[in-house]
């Protein structure tokens, strides 16, 4: 199923790409939007995990590298990878104070879990190992690839958009219509913002409930999503809106019509489901 949703993201947003480089430069910008479309899906399928931790200045955890770091989440990722019957994967730590974490990769032999300075600060270790298990949950459920690529082809339609400025004239020979950069100015990141969304929400409740089964009890998970949950507002975090959706909870807060583009449910509903898994365990 996760295939089938990869080539259509990757179809959709190159559409959106195409459509938006006509709507911008006639003839001349539906090839350039071609171009882009065909260099943004390589990248986005064997690049997007390494650009991911690139921006965010992700530093390699190994038994030689991070040390304190790899002794407190090494062995634990080690444990629960056996329980889940995963690949080891490659481990992160991202030098910011906000608490948060997220996993990406092409598959689960490629997967990759990063995880904030400010989550190990404000976690004890079964929080820790409810988070660890959420990401993993991701790989293991093969979510990972999907949320890669819109993150990536995301930035890039907004970049587009942002572009649909420089883009102001009238409707010429070629086609090119004045409103149309203003048009993708603002429908563009919308475009994203809700694909985002239908392929994000659901894909935590799994996460979560795969979190729950595998370290045993739902508790170490609720706990961990309640302090997020309130040290993420406290704290925020300087993530790129394209990204959003591949963080544990949402790194930055949006208010009024920002709510509806959400690619998270409610942390109080993802509890409440939490705590009626206790009865299933």
Same mark, same amino acid.
């Given at each position: 199923?996760?295939?089938?949703?990869?080539?259509? =993201?990757?179809?959709? @947003?190159?559409? +959106?790409?195409? *459509?938006?480089?006509?709507?911008?430069?006639?003839?001349?910008?539906? /090839? =350039?939007?071609?171009? @882009?479309? /065909?260099?943004?899906? *390589?990248?986005?399928?064997?690049?997007?995990?390494? !650009?991911?931790?690139?921006?965010?200045?992700?530093?390699?955890?190994?038994?030689?590298?991070?040390?304190?770091?790899?002794?407190?989440?090494?062995?634990?990722?080690?444990?629960?990878?056996?329980?889940?019957? =995963?690949?080891?994967?490659?481990?992160?730590?991202?030098?910011?104070?906000?608490?948060?974490?997220?996993?990406?990769?092409?598959?689960?032999?490629?997967?990759?879990?990063?995880?904030?300075?400010? %989550?190990?600060?404000?976690?004890? &270790?079964?929080? %820790?190992?409810?988070?660890?298990?959420?990401?993993?949950?991701?790989?293991?459920?093969?979510?990972?690839?999907?949320?890669?690529?819109?993150?990536?082809?995301?930035?890039?339609?907004?970049?587009?958009?942002?572009?649909?400025?420089?883009?102001?004239?009238?409707?010429?020979?070629?086609?090119?219509? $004045?409103?149309?950069? =203003?048009?993708? @100015?603002?429908?563009?990141?919308?475009?994203?913002? !809700?694909?985002?969304?239908?392929?994000?929400?659901?894909?935590?409740?799994?996460? &979560?409930?795969?979190?729950?089964?595998?370290?045993?009890?739902?508790?170490?998970?609720?706990?961990?999503?309640?302090?997020?949950?309130?040290?993420?507002?406290? #704290?925020?975090?300087?993530?790129? $809106?394209?990204?959003?959706?591949?963080?544990? #909870?949402?790194?930055?807060?949006?208010?009024?019509?920002?709510?509806?583009?959400?690619?998270?449910?409610?942390?109080?509903?993802?509890? *409440?489901? +939490?705590?009626?898994?206790?009865?299933?365990?």
């Amino acid at each position: 199923m996760n295939t089938i949703k990869t080539v259509l =993201l990757l179809g959709l @947003l190159s559409g +959106l790409l195409l *459509a938006g480089g006509q709507a911008l430069g006639g003839q001349d910008g539906l /090839v =350039l939007g071609l171009i @882009l479309a /065909v260099a943004m899906n *390589a990248v986005s399928y064997f690049f997007s995990d390494k !650009l991911a931790l690139k921006i965010y200045h992700a530093q390699p955890v190994t038994p030689n590298e991070n040390r304190e770091v790899w002794r407190r989440i090494g062995p634990m990722t080690e444990n629960l990878c056996r329980r889940m019957d =995963l690949p080891m994967p490659k481990l992160w730590l991202i030098p910011d104070a906000s608490p948060n974490a997220f996993a990406t990769g092409r598959n689960p032999k490629n997967g990759s879990v990063a995880v904030t300075a400010g %989550l190990l600060e404000i976690l004890n &270790d079964q929080e %820790l190992e409810g988070v660890i298990a959420h990401e993993l949950g991701h790989i293991r459920n093969r979510d990972i690839l999907v949320s890669s690529i819109a993150a990536t082809i995301a930035t890039a339609i907004t970049f587009v958009a942002r572009m649909a400025i420089f883009f102001p004239g009238g409707r010429d020979e070629e086609g090119r219509s $004045p409103w149309a950069g =203003l048009l993708m @100015l603002f429908l563009a990141p919308i475009a994203a913002l !809700l694909i985002q969304m239908a392929i994000s929400r659901t894909r935590e409740f799994g996460a &979560d409930a795969a979190a729950a089964k595998y370290t045993g009890t739902p508790y170490g998970l609720i706990s961990a999503l309640r302090k997020l949950e309130a040290w993420s507002k406290r #704290v925020p975090m300087n993530a790129m $809106p394209a990204h959003e959706h591949m963080f544990i #909870v949402k790194p930055f807060s949006g208010e009024g019509l920002m709510k509806l583009f959400s690619t998270h449910p409610p942390t109080a509903e993802r509890i *409440a489901r +939490l705590e009626q898994l206790r009865f299933a365990l």
